[in-house]
């Protein structure tokens, strides 16, 4: 096993660490029942979502959002694509660019498994000002990026 840095116990959030996992686990435990139905997982809902989110994004775009890899992405796209749920289509002006739009099942899967997250965030700031609100989101944009000081990982998609 490589060596572990040293660290200080008592530096360490655990309070807010754990309400993060548990929040994460509960913000997509609806659409992850959802899915289960139709057999499908995380992987495909953060495909639909986002191809519902920006139709006609290429493949490449798609790679660089979820950071994933393409053998990764390969398997769900190919069910999602299969299932009706997604299409590819080659780029208009390079026929080289595949570029992903959702079929109408696509976007009433994404809506579907969207609803219960909305409402879900929807109840837990229904008291907020909206300057709670902006707090909120502003916490969310500032815990995005991965630590540079880390070593690069190879990001799988499930």
């Given at each position: ?6 660290v ?9 660490i754990?309400?993060?996992?548990f929040?994460?686990?509960d ?22 979502y986002?191809v519902?989110r920006?139709?006609g ?10 950071q ?5 992405l390969?398997?769900?796209l190919?069910q999602?694509?299969e299932?009706g ?6 780029g208009a002006k ?5 570029r992903l739009?959702p079929?109408?099942?696509g976007?009433?899967?994404a ?6 997250q909305?409402?879900r965030?929807?109840r837990?700031?229904?008291d907020?000002?909206?300057e709670?609100r902006?707090?909120?989101?502003e ?15 190879e990001n799988e998609?499930?």
């Amino acid at each position: 096993m490589p060596p572990m840095p040293v660290v200080d116990e008592a530096q360490i959030d655990f309070e807010t660490i754990e309400l993060l996992f548990f929040a994460y686990r509960d913000f997509v435990s609806d659409p992850d029942a959802i899915l289960a139905k139709i057999g499908m997982g995380r992987a495909h809902h953060r495909v639909v979502y986002f191809v519902c989110r920006q139709p006609g994004m290429m493949v490449t775009d798609l790679l660089d959002t979820l950071q994933i890899t393409k053998q990764s992405l390969a398997r769900v796209l190919k069910q999602l694509i299969e299932s009706g749920y997604i299409r590819q289509m080659a780029g208009a002006k390079d026929r080289r660019q595949r570029r992903l739009y959702p079929t109408l099942a696509g976007r009433e899967l994404a809506l579907a498994l969207s609803e219960p997250q909305s409402r879900r965030i929807a109840r837990a700031m229904e008291d907020f000002t909206p300057e709670m609100r902006t707090a909120v989101k502003e916490f969310l944009r500032r815990m995005r990026g991965r630590d540079e000081n880390l070593e690069p990982i190879e990001n799988e998609l499930e």
